[in-house]
């Protein structure tokens, strides 16, 4: 399969776990290809059996297309651990090498790989690695969800190099305490504290970027739990 076809399945996976719309135009921002490009790749995917495509924009991953997308990723991330703690990478830099390397890489490579790691369970973005954890990163939820005095752990952050450079300017870690303070009106910037009390403001896209675990609700509703 060609390293093309390869990064649109992980993509639709990749936007799939991280609760964004699965959409010809987000495929098209995240890959910097056309729309009719993606409307041509998803038609030959669909033919292979990999891709579910409908008339009414639906898209998903069959089953083959799921097994292959996750390989993919486990690599992938693979990758990014050993060039951020071996080779030390910035985190907003490691996604593009990866991205190279996963193509030319075989199953005896990865397996290696992981192995000299010591099988990592997380990325340097937060992100499960398949098959050396029993959870998956569908588990968390955007800290854009929260309401003003709730609480949670910072667990992982999309891994677009846009966001990243954000992310580093805000100097928050993965596995930080954040607490809701308030959230400005007509879409304006959560602001949250940390557990050293420090006050930080986070846009309200960019919330939707960082996913949190362990949380406690200040007021909780009966279609909410701690999770």
Known sequence: MS??????????FELEHDHQKISNKNIADILNVSAPSVTEMLTALTKEG????TPYNEISLTDAGLARARELVRKHR???VFLADKLHYAMADVHQAADILEHATDDRLADRLNEFLGRPKRCPHGGIIPG??????DSDITLGTLAPEDSATLQRVIDNHDFLKYFEDLQLRLGERLTVVKKE????PFIVQTSDRATVAISENA???MFVTDVHYHTKTPDQKTE
């Open 207 to 209: 919330a939707g970027y």
């Open 50 to 53: 990999l891709v579910f495509h």
């Open 3 to 12: 390293p093309n076809k390869e990064n649109y399945l992980k993509t639709i």
């Open 185 to 188: 009106p007509f879409s304006g």
């Open 78 to 80: 693979i990758w990014e």
């Open 132 to 137: 050396n954890s029993g959870i998956e990163d």
